[in-house]
């Protein structure tokens, strides 16, 4: 069973920054392309960021803020979020194209930013 284990949440002050991470756990299946969403109480689950071979894209809400990365040696995505505000807290989650297996989400990562 391929798992998508996330980690790097918690809880910072506005201002503050978080690196979240996504490992394709136990895989031998690389991770070829891969989307950072977050879903906050009573809202919709949103994309915030996607990579892929040759292109990143951002919601315009996290421009600027927001870089997302990968290691594909470690088979891990990073979302980094810098200059936090308090509405982006959610919880975030990894949804990854894995080749030769498909698409798989993680179980999330709670991100809370006071103010």
């Known amino acids: 069973q391929v798992q998508l284990v996330e980690s790097g949440g918690g809880l910072v002050q506005a201002g503050g920054s978080l690196r979240l991470a996504c490992a394709a756990s136990g895989s031998t299946f690389s991770i070829t392309a891969a989307g950072w969403y977050r879903q906050a109480p009573g809202k919709q689950r949103e994309l915030v960021a996607d990579?892929?071979?040759?292109?990143?894209t951002y919601v315009d809400s996290v421009k600027g803020r927001c870089t997302i990365s990968r290691d594909t040696a470690k088979n891990t995505v990073y979302l980094q979020l810098d200059s936090l505000k308090p509405e982006d807290t959610a919880v975030y989650y990894c949804?990854?194209?894995?080749?030769?297996?498909?698409?798989?989400w993680g179980q999330g990562t709670q991100v809370t930013v006071s103010s």
């Open positions: 949804n990854a194209l894995l080749e030769g297996w498909g698409l798989t």
């Open positions: 990579i892929s071979s040759d292109s990143t």
